[in-house]
């Protein structure tokens, strides 16, 4: 997935202007104008039209940098069965660590979302893998944990006295996480 951050960096490091880079990526489909008008969205991080790989590869063409410069990794995890308030204790533990130590910090944390956290991570390093990223130069750009609301199946009652009830709801969240080379 293209970044919008590293994107607008590199342009304003190699001071490129948005209509030399809106010649660049002209494809069927896409006018100058056009053109102008993705790119400008791509900078503010709105992905319409969505980026395709021939795009951020035309883009680190005319930055002149790698593609890999361009580019971040992600993967999530959708209701996952633990509350977001108890995940996002052990994504603040290895935000901006590199993958190798958030692994190990994950290994040894004695939190239930852990192992959850930990096979996202793998994920998001597999598709970097992919991709012929170098994975010894991967850190964790942004770890973000999302309320997915009460999950389903598990709204109960528990007998109160009097004939009073209280509720019992479950949570469940979605993680996550994305990666980025240094």
């Keep these: 997935m293209l970044s919008a951050d590293k994107l607008k960096k590199l342009c304003q490091q190699r001071q490129i202007r948005l209509e030399q880079l809106a010649g660049q990526i002209i494809r069927a489909g896409l006018n100058q104008r056009q053109a102008e008008a993705a790119i400008r969205n791509w900078q503010k991080g709105l992905f319409k039209p969505i980026p395709c790989r021939e795009d951020i590869r035309r883009l680190a063409a005319a930055l002149s940098a790698e593609e890999n410069d361009l580019v971040v990794w992600r993967s999530s995890c959708r209701f996952a069965p633990t ?13 901006g660590h590199s993958v190798r130590e958030a692994i190990d910090i994950l290994k040894f944390a004695r939190k239930r979302a852990a192992p959850m956290i930990d096979k996202v991570l793998k994920s998001a390093v597999a598709d970097a893998d992919e991709q012929q990223a170098d994975v ?7 770890a973000r944990v999302d309320d997915a609301g009460v999950r389903v199946g598990t709204k109960r009652w528990m007998p109160k006295d009097r004939g009073r009830a209280h509720p019992i709801s479950k949570k469940a969240c979605h993680i996550h996480i994305t990666v980025a080379e240094v």
């Excluded at 509350?83 to 935000?95: G, H, N």
């Excluded at 010894?136 to 942004?142: F, H, Q, R, T, V």
């Design 136 to 142: 010894d130069n991967l850190y964790i750009a942004e």
């Design 83 to 95: 509350s977001a308030r108890k995940a996002r204790l052990v994504t603040q533990l290895i935000t």
